[in-house]
């Protein structure tokens, strides 16, 4: 069993940086792959961003890709988002996920595929 908190989300301008955080507990934390996605209001939740186990292999949404960053600390059980040059278009709820195998894109990417959720953490970009 996986616990996940987000924390670190809120309102900031455009070509700004937040920097989220998703703490995990459970001793197996750091077997698993963590992913990241958003959903604003009225749409479906995307892909954003995961990491493997230890943080050796990292992919990205194209949406995102170049500006944000995903890594994690397993000593600390956190994993992190950093995110820059923020865009109106990033508002959304993001959300922290666990799966225990990374697996193919068409698994990362999925939503469903996912057995633990936080509980999201806002994040609005103002224009």
């Known amino acids: 069993q996986v616990q996940l908190v987000e924390s670190g989300g809120g309102l900031v301008q455009a070509g700004g940086s937040l920097r989220l955080s998703c703490a995990g507990s459970?001793?197996?934390?750091?077997?698993?792959?963590m992913g990241w996605f958003r959903q604003a209001p009225g749409k479906d939740r995307d892909f954003v961003a995961v990491?493997?186990?230890?943080?050796?292999?990292?992919y990205y949404s194209d949406s995102v890709k170049g500006r944000f960053t995903v890594s994690r600390d397993n000593a600390k059980n956190i994993v992190y988002l950093q995110m820059n040059n923020l865009k109106p278009e990033d508002t959304a709820v993001y959300y922290c996920?666990?799966?225990?195998?990374?697996?193919?894109?068409?698994?990362?990417?999925?939503?469903?595929?996912?057995?633990?959720w936080g509980q999201g953490t806002q994040v609005t970009v103002s224009s």
């Open positions: 459970g001793r197996t934390f750091s077997s698993y792959a």
């Open positions: 990491l493997n186990w230890n943080g050796g292999n990292t």
């Open positions: 996920a666990a799966r225990l195998l990374l697996g193919v894109r068409s698994d990362y990417s999925t939503p469903a595929a996912y057995a633990y």
